[in-house]
């Protein structure tokens, strides 16, 4: 069994069914980018594999894990809704970049990117340890584990700043350093470059090929093909809710089977 | 009447203006969070419900409420005031004038502004984007901890303006309690007016009250609003 494995994922909307049927793989280190046109269904996918969303069936599984079988729909449901904790458990498998970022804009660089993992860990503590947790060991290694992803996003300087105070390019990189300093076993974008100017938009593709040498296992939506070209190990392209096609980027991007596809596809190169 | 005697009664008025003012604020703060959260729910009954009540109590004038408030309960008792009972009550216990229609007055102004907080904590909460809340969760954060952490600063920047606009207002309603007898300063100043030989200068002299209540009001908010400006959205 591959390292994640998507079966059957139907969900629909009131009366639209908005994905119908996805099946893909994903092996551990690989990065696979979602392409196609809006409203195919991407971003709802990316919310199912996150739990901001829950599929109405079909089973996500990870490491031969099952996270989610959506055939007990109903019951699977109420008990992920319930169980919160099972539930923020398995949303830690899934980091999520979105398009607009969505910084906290009161906390500072480090602030945003302490906050969670900060109160994650005083959960397990007493009162009074969570008083003085700022001092404890535990405390001070995670401030080290944030300032090296903020470092490797190339933002150790900014550490002090607050979002509103950083360029559309350089808030996208915390909020990337923010969803790694969780740890994620694999790292979702929705479309991560698409609020950017386009002069921005290069040194987010840049740190996510970093993170792809350094074996980061990425599920991408985006928009920039070329960039789809060169750095997914697998393309998928949706249709209305269904993967018209699927496959290397030689052969999503080569030798497209499907008309739809052959159509996006020159419909991109227009632009 | 010399200066001092004026300036004792009106600041008996304005300890009632005062007191008006605190325990409005202290009870219709909290209520209005829990009737926007109400306004929130889910349960649609409670919603609708609670919708019309603010929609009633925001569209009729604070001194009707009053009136309403102070001789509704006169209907079950052939127009016997019931505050009247209350009054005395005050009166043989504490020695002091009109203590049911200053309850009366309380609940009305209660009920009132927690209506026009309970809006204004609404559209605030409501104006932080679903993206704060998404960011949170795949965080691994329960709601709770992404109310207080990432929604409640937020949201009390964005009412600050708003509320100290309610609140301000709030210092002036407060002369409402006169229409049915409370002595507050504008009352006690007006009481001058209507002696023999009447005396205006009070009338003007209690604006002076009004003033410098505002005066300090606007500067605490100012300072408030100063505090939480070093982030933008
Ligand atoms: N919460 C929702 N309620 C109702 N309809 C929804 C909801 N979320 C998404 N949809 C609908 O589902 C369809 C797919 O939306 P989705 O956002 O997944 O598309 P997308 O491929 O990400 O598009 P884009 O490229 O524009 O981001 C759209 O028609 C959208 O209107
Ligand atoms: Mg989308």
């Given at each position: 069994m591959a390292y994640l494995e998507v079966n059957g994922i139907r969900k629909s909307f009131g009366k639209t069914e908005v994905l119908k049927g996805i099946d893909f793989s994903l092996e551990q280190g690989e990065v696979l980018a979602i392409i196609g046109s809006s409203g195919s269904g991407k971003t709802t996918l990316l919310r199912c594999l996150n739990f901001l969303e829950f599929a109405d069936e079909g089973t996500i599984s990870l490491n031969d894990d099952l996270?989610?079988?959506?055939?007990s729909e109903a019951a699977a449901k109420k008990k992920l809704k319930n169980n919160d904790k099972l539930l923020r458990k398995k949303r830690l498998h899934f980091g999520l970049v979105f398009q607009q970022f969505n910084?906290?804009?009161?906390?500072?660089v480090l602030g945003n990117l302490l906050l969670a993992p900060t109160l994650m860990a005083k959960e397990d503590l007493s009162f009074k340890q969570r008083l003085h947790f700022e001092k404890s060991q535990e405390f001070a290694s995670l401030k080290e584990r944030a300032l090296a992803t903020l470092d490797r996003v190339g933002l150790l300087e900014k550490k002090?700043?607050?979002?509103?105070?950083?360029s559309g390019g350089q808030q996208q990189r915390v909020a990337i350093a923010r969803a790694l300093v969780m740890n994620p076993d694999i790292l979702c974008f929705?479309?991560?470059?698409?609020?950017?100017?386009p002069e921005l938009t290069g040194e987010v593709l840049k740190v996510i090929r970093e993170l792809k040498d350094s074996d980061t296992t990425m599920i991408v939506v985006t928009h920039e093909m070329e960039f789809a070209r060169d750095v997914a190990d697998k393309v998928i392209y949706m249709a209305n809710g269904v993967i018209e096609e699927a496959g290397t980027p030689e052969e999503v991007?080569?030798?497209?089977?499907s008309e739809k596809t052959k159509s996006f596809l020159a419909s991109r190169k227009n632009l | 009447m010399t200066f001092f005697d004026v300036t004792q009664s009106l600041f008996g008025g304005f300890a009632l203006t005062c007191l008006i003012f605190v325990f409005t604020l202290v009870v219709a703060i909290p209520l209005g969070m829990v009737i926007a959260f109400g306004l929130m729910s889910k349960f649609k009954p409670l919603k609708y419900l609670l919708k019309v009540f603010v929609w009633i109590i925001r569209g009729i004038p604070l001194m009707l409420q009053i009136f309403i408030v102070y001789f509704a309960p006169g209907i079950l008792n052939d127009?016997?005031?019931?505050w009247n009972e209350v009054d005395k009550w005050f009166y043989f216990n504490f020695?002091?004038?009109?203590g049911g229609a200053f309850i009366a007055v309380l609940i009305s102004f209660i009920i009132n502004y927690a209506c026009y907080f309970a809006v204004i904590f609404k559209g605030g909460i409501e104006g932080i984007s679903r993206g704060q809340n998404e960011a949170g969760l795949v965080l691994g954060m329960t709601k709770r901890q992404i109310f207080r952490h990432i929604v409640l600063f937020q949201v009390i920047k964005k009412i600050t303006p708003p509320m100290s606009n309610e609140i301000i207002t709030l210092v002036k309603d407060?002369?409402?309690?006169?229409?049915?007898?409370?002595?507050?300063t504008i009352l006690a100043a007006k009481n001058f007016a209507t002696t023999?030989?009447?005396?205006?200068w009070p009338i003007f002299y209690s604006g002076v009250f009004y003033l410098v209540f505002v005066g300090l009001l606007t500067l605490l908010f100012g300072f408030l609003e100063k505090k939480m400006a070093f982030y933008k959205e």
């Open positions: 996270l989610y079988d959506g055939v910084l906290f804009p009161h906390k500072n002090d700043f607050y979002p509103c105070q950083l929705d479309e991560p470059t698409s609020a950017l100017d991007f080569g030798r497209p089977q | 127009g016997v005031n019931f020695g002091v004038d009109a407060t002369a409402l309690a006169n229409s049915i007898g409370v002595v507050e023999f030989p009447p005396l205006i």
